[in-house]
């Protein structure tokens, strides 16, 4: 195996059905486009819902409310509401969720450092495919 690749560890545990649909909808709600944003966003500290709106560019409101609701769920995030007009609705990470912080950083950090190897890559896979492509027409067009 090559320094970059390493094996994965032998401790790690033979999956089972419901240990892989548990593991699943966890990663499926911190891997979400706006879990994400909201999780590092909220790595500040406490934030209000309209300044996480205008703060998440693309977000729709029903989004972000959809978001923030899913997190509240899973006991990464908390709401706090004041009884004041109009009402004032903040939102932080728990305790919980500042765990997550080290390894969706670590993962920021690696998509940021590998990002150009990684365009390149789809350079050379979209020229591959499109000389594959052209190749392909070009063998039906003379059989016809």
Same mark, same amino acid.
């Given at each position: 195996?090559?320094?970059?690749?390493?094996?994965?560890?032998?401790?790690?545990?033979?999956?089972?059905?419901? /240990?892989?649909?548990?593991?699943? @909808?966890?990663?499926?709600? =911190?891997?979400?486009?706006?879990?994400?944003? $909201?999780?590092? +966003? #909220?790595?500040? /500290?406490?934030?209000?819902?309209? @300044?996480?709106?205008?703060? =998440?560019?693309?977000?729709?409101?029903?989004? $972000?409310?959809? +978001? #923030?609701?899913?997190?509240?769920?899973?006991?990464?995030?908390?709401?706090?509401?004041?009884?004041?007009?109009?009402?004032?609705?903040?939102?932080?990470?728990?305790?919980?969720?500042?765990?997550?912080?080290?390894?969706?950083?670590?993962?920021?950090?690696?998509?940021?450092?590998?990002?150009?190897?990684?365009?390149?890559?789809?350079?050379?896979?979209?020229?591959?495919?499109?000389?594959?492509?052209?190749?392909?027409?070009?063998?039906?067009?003379?059989?016809?």
């Amino acid at each position: 195996m090559s320094p970059r690749h390493t094996a994965v560890p032998p401790e790690v545990p033979a999956p089972t059905a419901d /240990g892989c649909k548990a593991t699943r @909808e966890i990663l499926d709600r =911190i891997g979400d486009k706006w879990s994400l944003y $909201l999780i590092i +966003t #909220l790595a500040n /500290g406490v934030r209000r819902f309209n @300044e996480l709106r205008r703060g =998440i560019d693309g977000i729709s409101q029903r989004m $972000l409310t959809l +978001t #923030l609701r899913g997190l509240e769920r899973d006991g990464l995030v908390t709401r706090t509401m004041y009884p004041t007009i109009p009402p004032r609705v903040d939102y932080e990470l728990t305790e919980l969720g500042r765990t997550l912080l080290e390894p969706v950083m670590a993962l920021v950090n690696w998509a940021d450092t590998n990002k150009d190897v990684i365009a390149k890559a789809q350079q050379r896979f979209d020229a591959t495919a499109e000389s594959c492509c052209d190749s392909n027409h070009a063998a039906v067009q003379q059989r016809r």
